[in-house]
Structure formats: structure tokens, C-alpha cells
């Protein structure tokens, strides 16, 4: 095990860059053990690791299967940790984002992915999951009180289901009160514009960055 | 526009032997498109082979491209093994359920009997009927999904890929009966006389790496070309996305034509590949032929001629994937009557050039 805090936030970095699930279970119960503050183990290590790992991905090192094994390595450590927050740390109000596949479509991945990267980097996540109709994507914001709508398609058939929700959002007069971010296969820049989107990403990496431009916060 | 002078079939053979031709073959790829062509829903094809031929005869007589495609989606041989697909009334189908969900399930898989199980017998009698109808006339191809993809259809593209790197045994059991059904399905579509077309989707490296490709996705795909080989026909293997550092991959199947989404580049394919295998491309399916002017729709084909033309295995003018099913016919008559006015030899006049840019 990890002689001082500081190897221990290393060594569960390394887990999740190395998709070494059991060495992140082990680690992240050790820190418990310790009394390792959660949030700056959560930070420092999980965080961290799924950054390294976002990295590899930008450089083509690694490919979704693999991002997607990290992944299961950062949320099972999250899953020990989290329940050790501190009240303050816990409830704390963070950038909030609506994220789901609209309409007509099933295909995931991409949206997976967002969802990951964007609950890495400390935003709360709603993920209303796959072939979300217009209308929810709405309503949830609104009960959610959520920040950002972000919303994924693969198909170039349910392209116009993203400007169904921009639409039900004017509509309702709720337009200035969302900023609605767009991606996935099929999407441009200039299609983001055309339906009055708030930003485009055209990877994982890029919508954290998008995301944090929208929350103010330094990338 | 002036009129071809060559059938689809004439033209493939004369440019296939390096003779003079009237044109570049042209491909904008029509799979649901079709149906408006014919003024039905894209629902109305399923069960129906007689509407499918139809339309896409229509729809190739309507254009006149060089190769016509029976195709409605990708899910078609993964639903025939048990994937539940779900049909909205006038759209293209997707994939609702997987057939399984574990890796203990794999075995009660079976491959598709092509002539009994779902939409499998309705494509192929869709193929007999365009053959019959203009098969003289222009090559007719039925989709074939590749091993790789369809095995993400059965049991989950997200568990698929987990398996690759913590079980890839059972990816590798799942993809061979995956084989074994694109054998029976290939079988009878090259029995219909059409030619089986490859897709293989998943293989793109915007979702797995080019060594997991070797591993799990082009094995499969060889051996699929070299049973079409057999029976005679060329292959043309689609994968869509990034796919820039597999080509020389995709070459070593043996497939005679790559076609290259517009998320790669042509003129790269050209200089890494081109003296290997024909190079079928990559005009923007959304950007540009759904959302695009046809002034912007002919400016793509030139800029696709100006990077490829001089390929040595050949160029077919195409659309980087199957097109929306709303892409304006203006646009698809863009892209042919651009191919037309270039000619063969290919010449684009400079002023035209200028014209269209400003």
C-alpha cells in the first residue's frame, strides 16, 4: 500500500488510467480507512486518473473501449468515496447539465462518454439516457433547475429533434434561461447555429471545455 | 444537363479496362431517400420487397447513378438473429434491443437462415426483382453488415467493446457466428445476382483502435471478401468515420473499393492506398447533400475530382454515407449533372470554379 497520502492519490490515478477496477476498489477503501479527506482523494486521484485517460483519448492512444474501462475504474471509486464527503462538500451547488439522445435514436456511446468526462471534471449530471422525446428534455431542466441542456444524435434522421427542443424552450419563453449545447456524427458548427444553439462539440474532450466556457470556470 | 451515353454497366467495364468513358461513375448512396421517390413511408418497406425494388428502381431511374443498393438500415441480419428493431412510422429504423445481454447467451445464438428469419427473404426478393427489372443495365448490390457490427447489434455495442479487452474470446465466438450468418446471407444475395456490398460501421477507429480492428474486425471481414471473391464478384467495404490509419488494414482484406466517409480525406486515401484498391467518396451526406445548396453539392464533387481523379485504381464519385432520407432531389441531381459536366477526361473550368465559390 501507499506510504503517504500523496502516493495514494497516484497509485488510484494510475487505476483508473490502467482500468485496474479492483486496484481502484482496493485504494479508494484504504483511503477511507485512513481518513483521507474524500473529496481531495476523489479529486487528486480518481479525477485525475479520468483526466490522463481523456488525454490519451485526445491523442489517439486510447479508444473508447478503453476510456470506457476507466471509467467503470473512477465510478467504482466514486461509489466508496462518495458517501464520505464532507456536508459541505456533498451539497455543494455545482454547474448543472440535462444530457441525453434524442428522439429516434439510440445509439449511446458518444453521449456516455460526455456524461463521464463532464461528471470528471465536477459538473452534476442528469442523463436521461436514449430516445428522449423533446418535451423531457424541457421538464427536466426545469425540475432539475439545471444549468445546460446537452443533447447528442448519431443520425442524421433525428437532427431536427434537437431543434424541437430549442423550439419548446422559445416557445415556453424559457430560452434565455438554458444554454443548449449540440454534437455527435452528423453535426456541424453552421447546424448548431441554424437552430440557435448555444455551443458545438465534436468530442468528449471538446464538450468539457464547452462546458466549462458556459460555466465561467478557467479550462 | 446532356444525357449519359454509357449504362452504369458499360461504363464500370470500359473504365474498369482503362478505356474512354463518358463520365466518373457516380454514387450518391440512396437507401430511404428512396421511398419519397414513390411517395411512401420508410415503414412501408418493412415486409415489403416489391415497394423496396420499386423505389429503388425508380430512384435510380429517376437520377441515374451507377450502382443500385437495396438497403433500409444495418440492423437487418442482427434483427433476423434476434435484435429487436424498432420501425418509426416514416424514419429510419433503430436498434431498440439488443438479442442478448450476457456473455453466457452467446451460444443460444444461431446464424440467420436468410430465407426464413425476419426482413432477410423480403431484401432478397427486393434484389431479385431490381435485378430482373434493370440488372442488364446497372450492378444491383445488397447491404451486407460486417461480423464486427453486427455482433455489436446482439449483444451491445457498449458491452461489445468492454468484452475486447476483458473477455475477447467470447467477442470472438460472437463475431464468428456473425460470420457464419453473413456467409448464408451472402450466399443468397449473390443467388438473387446482386452483389453483396460491405458495411462494417463499428470497425471505425472513432470507436475502436486500429489494433483492435486487426483483431476483431478485419479477420472476419478477409474472410467474407475471399468467399465473395470466390463466386466472382468485387467488393466494395464501407466503414464509416475516421478510418485513416486502418486503410492499409482495410486494403489487406482484400476488398477491391474502399468508400471513405467525409470524415477522412480523399487525396490522403489516394496517396496511402490508391494504387491498391479504388477509392469511393466522400461529398458530406448532412452538411452537405441534406443541408447544402446545389451549387455547395457541385463544388464538393470538384473538389472530390480535383484530390482523386488521378487515382490509380480508380474514383467514384459518392456521398461519404447513405443519405438522409430528406435530402432534396436537387441536390442528388447537383451531384450527377457536376460528374456529368466534368466529363472524362475530367475538366473543370476555372471560371465555373470562381462562379461557384463567389
Known amino acids: 500500500m501507499p506510504a503517504n497520502e500523496t502516493e495514494l492519490f497516484q497509485a488510484l490515478s494510475d487505476a483508473v488510467v490502467g482500468m485496474d477496477e479492483d486496484r481502484a476498489r482496493e485504494l479508494a477503501n484504504e483511503a477511507v480507512e485512513r481518513g483521507i479527506d474524500a473529496y481531495t482523494t476523489i479529486e487528486r486521484g480518481l479525477v485525475d486518473g479520468m483526466g490522463r485517460a481523456g488525454e490519451l483519448f485526445e491523442s489517439e492512444e486510447y479508444f473508447i473501449p478503453e476510456l470506457l474501462l476507466c471509467s467503470d475504474a473512477m465510478y467504482i471509486g466514486l461509489d466508496i468515496l462518495r458517501p464520505h464527503l464532507k456536508v459541505e462538500d456533498a451539497n455543494q451547488r455545482r454547474f448543472k447539465v440535462v444530457i441525453g439522445v434524442v428522439e429516434g435514436d439510440t445509439h449511446d456511446i458518444g453521449k456516455n462518454l460526455v456524461r463521464i468526462m463532464l461528471e470528471a471534471s465536477g459538473f452534476d449530471v442528469i442523463d436521461l439516457g436514449r430516445d428522449i422525446p423533446a418535451q423531457r428534455f424541457v421538464d427536466t431542466a426545469i425540475s432539475e433547475n439545471a444549468d445546460v441542456i446537452a443533447l447528442s444524435t448519431l443520425m442524421t434522421t433525428t437532427m431536427d429533434a434537437m431543434a424541437e427542443v430549442v423550439d419548446k424552450l422559445d416557445a415556453a419563453n424559457l430560452r434565455e434561461r438554458f444554454k443548449v449545447i449540440v454534437g455527435g456524427g452528423p453535426i456541424s458548427p453552421a447546424f448548431a447555429k441554424r437552430i440557435h444553439a448555444d455551443g458545438y462539440a465534436n468530442s468528449a474532450p471538446n464538450a468539457v471545455k464547452l462546458v466549462k466556457q458556459l460555466a465561467g470556470v478557467p479550462a | ?358
Open chain 2, 1 to 358: 444537363m446532356s444525357h449519359d451515353l454509357m449504362t452504369p454497366v458499360q461504363r464500370f467495364a470500359a473504365y474498369g479496362r482503362g478505356e474512354a468513358i463518358d463520365r466518373l461513375p457516380c454514387v450518391p448512396i440512396v437507401g430511404n431517400t428512396a421511398a419519397r421517390i414513390v411517395g411512401a413511408k420508410v415503414s412501408d418497406f418493412r415486409g415489403d420487397g416489391k415497394l423496396i425494388a420499386d423505389a429503388q428502381v425508380a430512384a435510380y431511374q429517376r437520377f441515374g447513378y451507377d450502382v443500385i443498393r437495396i438497403f433500409t438500415d444495418l440492423y437487418t441480419q442482427a434483427e433476423a438473429m434476434g435484435a429487436r428493431v424498432h420501425y418509426p412510422d416514416d424514419e429510419t429504423a433503430y436498434l431498440a434491443a439488443p438479442a442478448i445481454d450476457s456473455v453466457e447467451q452467446i451460444a443460444t445464438l444461431e446464424p440467420a437462415d436468410p430465407h426464413k428469419d425476419g426482413n432477410l427473404p423480403v431484401h432478397l426478393e427486393a434484389m431479385s426483382r431490381a435485378v430482373d427489372a434493370v440488372g442488364k443495365e446497372v450492378v444491383v448490390t445488397g447491404a451486407l453488415t460486417g461480423p464486427f457490427t453486427t455482433a455489436s447489434f446482439l449483444i451491445g455495442t457498449e458491452t461489445l467493446v468492454r468484452l475486447m479487452l476483458k473477455n475477447p474470446a467470447a467477442v470472438h465466438q460472437l463475431c464468428e457466428i456473425a460470420l457464419q450468418g453473413a456467409f448464408d446471407y451472402a450466399k443468397a444475395i449473390l443467388d438473387t445476382g446482386s452483389t453483396p456490398s460491405l458495411t462494417d460501421a463499428m470497425c471505425s477507429t472513432t470507436v475502436i483502435s486500429p489494433r483492435q480492428f486487426r483483431e476483431f474486425g478485419q479477420p472476419y471481414l478477409t474472410r467474407l471478401v475471399e468467399f465473395i471473391h470466390g463466386h466472382g464478384r468485387s467488393v466494395t467495404l464501407h466503414i464509416c468515420g475516421k478510418t485513416r490509419s486502418i486503410w492499409e488494414q482495410m486494403c489487406e482484406t482484400g476488398a477491391d473499393c474502399l468508400s471513405i466517409d467525409n470524415a477522412a480525406d480523399l487525396g490522403e486515401a489516394k496517396a496511402m492506398v490508391g494504387h491498391r484498391v479504388r477509392l469511393m467518396g466522400n461529398v458530406s451526406p448532412s452538411e452537405t447533400m441534406l443541408d447544402g445548396t446545389p451549387s455547395q453539392v457541385r463544388e464538393a464533387v470538384r473538389e472530390c475530382v480535383r484530390k482523386a481523379h488521378d487515382n490509380p485504381k480508380g474514383l467514384i464519385i459518392a456521398s461519404g454515407c447513405s443519405l438522409p432520407v430528406e435530402t432534396p432531389f436537387a441536390n442528388i441531381d447537383a451531384m450527377l449533372d457536376a460528374v456529368r459536366e466534368i466529363g472524362w477526361p475530367v475538366h473543370i473550368e476555372h471560371e465555373m470554379e470562381t462562379a461557384w465559390k463567389a
